[in-house]
């Protein structure tokens, strides 16, 4: 079977929360930090094997991913904040190369052999300035892979009301990226191509009384270039991209229960036909002083692109895609998380589990997309303060 590869999934799903500008925090705080800290997170992500009876040809081994990442934030003087971030990901299995009918015109997966190995580094910096009840950050970034390239750079800036019970925020963020697909005889892929992405959001985070606060806040982007998957044997999508969405996030702290709720929603929208409702729940319950449980329960669900096709086709001459991740489907994640803090160090640890289907989505679906994907993700790290 021919070796091909795609997009790292655990990039992909860190990825897009980034480049969608998703609110990251509800506010930043006052003044730079005082102190050093150290982070190290290592993580696994590994993905269930594809149902034989799914698997028109090919090994139904899918992905694999280690992911060791870094986090260093020091203060430069009294009003400047570095924040330094690193991660080295090495990722293995088989991909879907495409859809075809088999005899009952069922569609069913093409994977490749379990035979890839790649690498991914990322690092990026970013330098906060802290003012009078505000701040303003700027951000460079790099992710490197043996076929792909990605320069990126960002400004945020938050302002507090007069009161402190208000903050308005908004950011801008643009990628240059460079694409050169590793050739296979017999297979046509481009040579080297390239892409572009703007991105921006705003947002206002209000202080709704002592253990409540509340965010909501608009992102938007433009996306241009080489927008499909060159490791598809039939991937022909639009050269723009325009998307648009709304988020919402609560945060509720119950000093009776020793407890704190977050809320979070997100709605999105783009130009290519695709419609996604996010609702996640996370509670984090205090233990001790030091100890804190946060279970979590996340929905997705999401409609198809315009251009979607249960199975590829030589004989359609517009675009057209039977990658899973413009198909129909909804998908419910389940965790848990432990944290442990000391005034010095942070120990923590979590367990995620990721199942989609086409029967959660919140339309129905005629036709489930085989290529699917279930998994698992394990994280630990700590944290040290000096």
């Known amino acids: ?33 005082v102190k050093t800290e150290l982070g190290y997170r290592y993580s696994q992500y590994q993905e269930d094997d594809i149902d034989d009876n799914k698997i028109l040809i090919g090994s139904p081994q899918r ?52 035979s890839i190995d790649d690498k991914r580094t990322d690092v990026s910096a970013s330098v906060r300035h802290y003012r009078e009840a505000g701040s303003v950050a700027f951000a460079l970034g790099y992710s ?17 009301s007069a009161d402190r ?10 990628s240059s ?14 040579t080297s191509e390239d892409k572009s992405a703007l991105n921006a959001f705003i947002a206002l985070t209000q202080v709704m009384n002592a253990g409540w606060q509340l965010q909501g806040g608009l992102f938007t982007g433009m996306h241009d270039g080489f927008l499909a998957d060159a490791y598809k044997a039939r991937d022909i999508r639009p050269d723009q ?11 509720n702290f119950m000093p ?14 783009d130009d290519w036909g695709i419609q996604s409702h996010t609702l996640e729940f996370a509670w984090h319950q205090s233990l001790t002083q030091q100890l804190r449980l946060v279970p979590l329960l996340r929905y997705y669900s999401q409609s198809q692109a315009d251009f979607y096709v249960d199975s590829d086709s030589i004989n359609n001459s517009g675009y057209q895609s039977s990658d899973y991740r413009m198909s ?41 997309n085989p290529a699917l994907v279930n998994y698992n993700l394990m994280s630990v790290g700590v944290d040290y303060r000096f």
């Open 328 to 368: 129909p489907f909804g998908a419910i994640t389940y965790g848990l998380g432990i944290v442990y803090e000391e005034a010095a160090y942070r120990l923590v640890a979590n367990v995620e589990r990721y199942d989609s289907d086409g029967d959660m989505a919140l339309e129905s679906v005629d036709q489930e």
């Open 63 to 114: 992905y694999e991913v280690d992911n060791h990442a870094f986090r260093l934030v020091t203060p430069l003087n009294a009003q400047l904040g570095l924040t330094v971030d690193g991660s080295y990901e090495t990722m293995s299995g088989a991909s879907a190369y495409g859809v075809a009918a088999d005899a009952q015109g069922e569609p069913k997966m093409i994977m490749t052999g379990a």
């Open 144 to 160: 490197g892979e043996n076929d792909y390239t990605a320069f990126n750079g960002s400004i945020e800036a938050e302002q507090q």
């Open 177 to 190: 990226d460079e694409l050169e697909p590793e050739q296979t005889p017999g297979i046509n892929r481009p």
């Open 165 to 174: 019970l208000t903050t308005y925020s908004g950011g801008i963020g643009y």
């Open 241 to 251: 991209r325009q998307l648009f969405g709304v988020m919402a996030r609560s945060r």
């Open 256 to 269: 009776s229960l020793k407890a704190a709720l977050h809320t979070d929603y997100r709605y999105y929208n």
């Open 1 to 33: 079977m021919t070796k091909t590869k795609k997009c790292n999934p655990l990039a992909a799903l860190t990825t897009a929360a980034l480049a969608l500008p998703a609110i990251s925090h509800l506010a930043h705080a006052d003044t730079a930090p």
